[in-house]
């Protein structure tokens, strides 16, 4: 299991969410990650996810 950090930000750049969790591939932090941003009503909002490396794994602007 590695470290994944998503971020979430306003139109304006201010940092909504800033968190990390754990994953044992790219595919699953996509998919916690998603999840994440349903629950807590940010998939319309910028948003990226990254992995240890900063491969970026989710993105939305």
Do not use: N, Q, W
Not at 17 to 41: N, P, Q, R, V
Not at 42 to 50: K, Q
């Amino acid at each position: 299991m590695v470290a994944y950090y998503l971020t979430v930000f306003s139109k304006d750049g201010e940092k909504l969410l800033d968190e990390y969790f754990d994953a044992s591939a790219d595919g699953e932090a996509k998919k916690i990650g998603t999840a994440k941003l349903a629950e807590k009503g940010y998939l319309e909002h910028t948003h990226r996810c990254v992995s240890p490396t900063a491969k970026l794994v989710l993105f939305h602007r």
